[in-house]
């Protein structure tokens, strides 16, 4: 079945940087766009950035030029490093792929964001 593990969250200062990573299993990973999502408190999870299997990546306004989705197929991760961190990434992240018309989501890593 497939399976999506999250990872690398934390707790980091505003200015600073994460990276979180999402180690996939259960697909042909080089076939499948991947995204990261996250989850503030009290609001609905919301995309952060997706990659395509072949093409360009795309991003919300909110973290453009400061985050950088990447994938390594030959290790079936998906990463996302995250700079210049603010209070407001403060979230759950999501790592998400759809298959075959049904959506699969990772457990979750926290990443908490101090001012």
């Known amino acids: 079945q497939v399976q999506l593990v999250e990872s690398g969250g934390g707790l980091v200062q505003a200015g600073g940087s994460l990276r979180v990573s999402c180690a996939a299993s259960?697909?042909?990973?080089?076939?499948?766009?991947m995204g990261w999502y996250r989850q503030a408190p009290g609001k609905q999870r919301e995309l952060v950035a997706r990659?395509?299997?072949?093409?360009?990546?795309n991003y919300a306004d909110s973290v453009k030029g400061r985050f950088t989705i990447s994938r390594d197929n030959a290790k079936n991760t998906v990463y996302l490093q995250m700079n210049s961190l603010k209070p407001e990434d403060t979230a759950v992240y999501y790592c998400?792929?759809?298959?075959?018309?049904?959506?699969?989501w990772g457990q979750g890593t926290q990443v908490t964001v101090s001012s």
């Open positions: 990659i395509p299997s072949i093409g360009n990546t």
């Open positions: 259960g697909i042909i990973f080089s076939h499948n766009a």
């Open positions: 998400n792929v759809l298959r075959a018309g049904l959506e699969y």
